[in-house]
């Protein structure tokens, strides 16, 4: 994983001189990387560039049982074919301003870097930032949500999940189980439970199942396996921070898809007669985003968890 300083030095982008701030493709594609870098399940999901802010993914796959018997100098006409499809995306367009006083730049143990420091902090948190809206992101948020300003901006996977993936409530049961998993698991359809799932949940939950765990071990003077506690059903688990408590998502990452397109913007300026009477520095950073799901059928949800007891 490149530092902050050195995504920057990769990808050409000097806070000294982004006045212009338009990038070019190469510069593009690092400084998408280097926000998925940011968070755990960020590398793992795919990820895909486009020119145009509205447009189409291939879905490209082949069906099962394809192999037929030869026989010696016969062609029988059959043909195995490719399953082709395609995926509407529609990226919104999101950015992050901030300033910083000439006096800071001066005065702060950080001398001459504060600048590309603070830079590296908010691509940090753009990465951070940007998982939370893409699980977490619903255009129909109430006005009176306080984060209504930032989950309005799309609908992320939790959302799409809910309203077209496979559901198992858990709200009748007062705590978590193995059995738990096991009946989620069972939804999903055999072709999907290929070794590539897994266990989408927040540090908490984790945290709680492992203490369920253990305490039931010490209850009955008994050894749980190891890799129970942190493969469920043989599946592992991913620590989402962006995630609630109340939910579990099962699903390959590679299904969870997000498009960027490469019309991203760094932008500075120390002209201009509020930086000059406010003796300030502007920075603002464009980009655009969606998120889709390539298989909805291959994805589920346990909601309505409760706190373990």
Not at 228 to 249: H, Q
């Amino acid at each position: 994983m490149l530092s902050n300083r050195g995504i920057i030095k990769e990808a050409a982008i000097s806070t000294k001189n982004m006045s212009s701030g338009i990038l070019n493709a190469e510069q593009s594609k690092l400084f998408i990387k280097q926000t998925f870098d940011a968070t755990k399940l960020g590398p793992l999901v795919r990820h895909v560039m486009r020119r145009s802010r509205i447009g189409e993914i291939d879905k490209i796959g082949v069906a099962n049982r394809l192999l037929r018997e030869k026989k010696e100098d016969t062609d029988d006409g059959y043909r195995a074919d490719a399953i082709t499809s395609q995926i509407d995306y529609r990226t919104t367009a999101v950015r992050v301003p901030w300033e910083i006083t000439e006096e800071a730049i001066r005065e702060n143990i950080e001398g001459n870097t504060l600048e590309d420091t603070i830079f590296g902090l908010m691509i940090s948190q753009i990465g951070i930032d940007l998982e939370d809206l893409y699980l977490n992101g619903d255009e129909q948020t109430e006005d009176t949500n306080k984060d209504y300003d930032f989950l309005k901006i799309n609908d992320g996977w939790v959302k799409q999940i809910k309203n077209g993936g496979h559901i198992y409530d858990a709200s009748s049961e007062d705590k978590m189980s193995i059995d738990m998993f096991y009946n989620t698991l069972d939804q999903l359809p055999n072709k999907y439970n290929n070794g590539k799932l897994r266990w989408l949940m927040s540090p908490r939950r984790a945290q709680e199942w492992y203490l369920m765990l253990i305490n039931k071990a010490m209850g009955a003077g008994a050894t749980i396996p190891e890799g129970i506690y942190n493969s469920p059903a043989n599946i592992p688990i991913i620590e989402c921070t962006s995630l609630s408590d109340d939910i579990i998502i099962l699903t390959d990452p590679k299904n969870l898809v997000v498009v960027n397109t490469y019309d991203i913007k760094v932008r500075k300026t120390t002209e201009g007669k509020e930086a000059i009477m406010k003796d300030k520095r502007f920075y603002v950073i464009h980009l655009d985003f969606d998120t889709v799901i390539e298989e909805l059928d291959a994805t589920a949800i346990i909601i309505g968890l409760n706190k373990t007891k």
